[in-house]
C-alpha cells in the first residue's frame, strides 16, 4: 500500500487540508465514516515527527489529559493521547479540533492548528458559557426547488431560525429518520455556510449506514449494540464540538435522534442506590440529556447552535413518557408527528394544529406572518385530518409556499 511518505509528500500537510474543519462534507473527519481512510498514523518511530489529527476528548473541566479521538467522536485503539501540560499551554477545550505531530507512540508532542486556525488565534476566544443567548431571530428557510413537501411544511408550520431548540416529537412508524433526512437534505443545500450534524444514539446499524449515504453533513453515531456510557460519552463530545464552532462566530445545525435514547442510556448508566422515581427513572437521569438540548442557542456576539432532537412517545413505555414530560417544555418549537396520518400513508405525517414555533413573529415577514395565522385559524376547523390531507393536496399543486401564502391571504377573511 502506497503512503504520503512513500511517495515523498508531507504526511502533516496531507492531513490538515484532509481533515480540515471548513469544509463541510459528508466525508467529514469527524464522522466515524471517513476517519478510517484519513485517521493520521498514531504511532511514531525513534524522533521522527508523525502527524496527528482527531478532535480532543477532556474527561472533565479541569483540564487533566487527554485524547484525540481519530474515529468520530468514540474512543478506539487509535486514539492519541495528548498532555494535561500540553492542555494548558496552548488553551485547549474539549471539543476542539486539533492537528499535531507526535514524537513519541501515541503521545501529542506539538499543536501545530486549533480547529483550522493557529493556537494563538483561538487562544483569546470567548466560553461558550459566556456567549448570550437570544430568541432566533434568523430564518432557516427550508424550502427550495429541488425539495419535496416536508420542507416546505415545516417552513409553514413550524419555521426554524438560527439557533432553534425544537423537538420532533415522533411516535413509532411515523416516518422519523426519513423526516431527519430530508431536513438534513434542506439544510445542505440552503445553508451550505452552516455545519450539519447528526448525532445518531442507540440505532440500528442499518439506519446508520443509510444516514451517512444519504446526509452530506458529519454523521456521528453509536449503535444499540454499543454500552450506555459509549451512547452518553458520543452525545457529549459532539455537542461539545459544535460549541467549539460556535465560539468561533459559525453556525452549526445538529440533528439528534433520539433525546429519549439518551435518557435510557443515563438512566441505565446511572449508579446503583440513586433516587429512584415513578416508571423505574433515576432522578438524575435528565440533568445530562437537558444540559446538551439547553445547548441550543442564537448567540448575540455571534455564531449560533440549532438542535432539533427527536422524542420518542407512545412507545408503551412509562419511562419514555416520563421523559417526555419532563423535556416538551425546554424547547421553542415543536415538530408533532401523528401515527393516524402515517397509517393513512399520508407524509410527512405532521400535526399541523400540535406543531408550532415560540416566538415566530420573529423569524416571518408580517405579510407571511398574516397569511400563516389565517391558515392556522382554517386549519383548527373541521377534523385534523382531513385538513391535514387538503394541506398537502394544496401544496402538492402549487409551486412553492409564497404561492400558495398568497392564495391564503385572498381566500380567507381577515380576523
Known amino acids: 500500500m502506497t503512503t504520503d511518505t512513500q511517495v515523498g509528500r508531507n504526511p502533516a500537510k496531507t492531513i490538515t487540508s484532509a481533515l480540515s474543519p471548513s469544509v463541510p462534507r459528508s466525508d467529514s473527519p469527524y464522522s466515524a465514516s471517513s476517519a478510517s481512510s484519513a485517521r493520521p498514523v498514531a504511532v511514531a518511530s525513534g524522533k521522527a515527527a508523525v502527524p496527528a489529527a482527531g478532535v480532543l476528548d477532556i474527561a472533565n473541566d479541569r483540564q487533566e489529559a487527554g485524547f484525540l479521538r481519530t474515529e468520530g467522536c468514540l474512543a478506539s485503539s487509535g486514539d492519541v493521547r495528548v498532555p494535561a501540560a500540553l492542555i494548558r499551554k496552548a488553551g485547549l477545550r474539549k471539543g476542539d479540533f486539533v492537528v499535531g505531530t507526535c514524537t513519541r507512540p501515541r503521545s501529542l508532542d506539538q499543536v501545530e492548528s486549533v480547529n483550522g486556525r493557529s493556537p494563538d488565534a483561538v487562544r483569546g476566544r470567548p466560553h461558550f458559557r459566556d456567549l448570550t443567548p437570544l430568541h432566533p431571530h434568523r430564518r432557516m428557510r427550508l424550502e427550495s426547488a429541488t425539495g419535496g413537501l416536508t420542507?416546505?411544511?415545516?417552513?409553514?408550520?413550524?419555521?426554524?431560525?438560527?439557533?432553534?431548540?425544537?423537538?420532533?416529537?415522533?411516535?413509532?412508524?411515523?416516518?422519523?429518520?426519513?423526516?431527519?433526512?430530508?431536513?438534513?437534505?434542506?439544510?445542505?443545500?440552503?445553508?451550505?455556510?452552516?455545519?450539519?450534524?447528526?448525532?445518531l444514539i442507540d440505532e440500528r446499524p442499518e439506519e446508520v449506514t443509510d444516514m451517512r449515504r444519504s446526509v452530506r453533513g458529519e454523521v456521528l453515531a453509536s449503535t444499540f449494540d454499543r454500552p450506555a456510557k459509549e451512547h452518553i460519552a458520543l452525545a457529549e463530545l459532539a455537542v461539545e464540538r459544535a460549541k467549539r464552532l460556535?465560539?468561533?462566530?459559525?453556525?452549526v445545525v445538529l440533528l439528534f435522534d433520539s433525546l429519549t435514547r439518551l435518557c435510557r442510556a443515563h438512566n441505565?448508566?446511572?449508579?446503583?442506590?440513586?433516587?429512584?422515581?415513578?416508571?423505574?427513572?433515576?432522578?438524575?437521569?435528565?440533568?445530562?440529556?437537558?444540559?446538551?438540548?439547553?445547548?441550543?442557542?442564537?448567540?448575540?456576539?455571534?455564531?449560533?447552535?440549532?438542535?432539533?432532537?427527536?422524542?420518542?412517545?407512545?412507545?408503551?413505555?412509562?419511562?419514555?413518557?416520563?421523559f417526555f414530560e419532563e423535556l416538551k417544555s425546554t424547547g421553542n418549537m415543536e415538530l408533532r408527528l401523528d401515527r393516524a396520518l402515517a397509517g393513512k400513508r399520508l407524509y410527512p405525517a405532521v400535526n399541523v394544529t400540535g406543531s408550532g414555533t415560540r416566538r415566530e413573529e420573529l423569524?416571518?415577514?408580517?405579510?407571511?406572518?398574516?397569511?400563516?395565522?389565517?391558515?392556522?385559524?382554517?386549519?383548527?376547523?373541521?377534523?385534523?385530518?382531513?385538513?391535514?390531507?387538503?394541506?398537502?393536496?394544496?401544496?402538492?399543486?402549487?409551486?412553492?409556499n409564497a404561492t400558495f401564502l398568497g392564495q391564503v391571504l385572498h381566500s380567507t377573511p381577515d380576523g
Open 363 to 400: 423569524l416571518l415577514p408580517q405579510a407571511e406572518l398574516t397569511a400563516t395565522r389565517r391558515l392556522r385559524r382554517a386549519l383548527r376547523t373541521g377534523d385534523g385530518q382531513t385538513n391535514t390531507e387538503t394541506l398537502l393536496d394544496k401544496l402538492r399543486h402549487t409551486p412553492d
Open 246 to 251: 460556535v465560539e468561533q462566530g459559525q453556525d
Open 268 to 322: 441505565n448508566a446511572a449508579a446503583s442506590g440513586g433516587r429512584t422515581l415513578s416508571g423505574g427513572v433515576d432522578a438524575a437521569a435528565l440533568y445530562g440529556p437537558k444540559k446538551l438540548f439547553g445547548a441550543a442557542r442564537s448567540a448575540e456576539e455571534g455564531g449560533s447552535l440549532t438542535i432539533l432532537a427527536t422524542a420518542l412517545v407512545e412507545t408503551g413505555s412509562r419511562a419514555d413518557d416520563y
Open 151 to 199: 420542507a416546505r411544511l415545516v417552513d409553514l408550520i413550524a419555521p426554524v431560525g438560527k439557533g432553534q431548540r425544537g423537538l420532533i416529537v415522533a411516535p413509532p412508524k411515523t416516518g422519523k429518520t426519513v423526516l431527519l433526512q430530508q431536513l438534513a437534505a434542506a439544510v445542505a443545500e440552503n445553508h451550505p455556510a452552516s455545519r450539519l450534524m447528526v448525532v
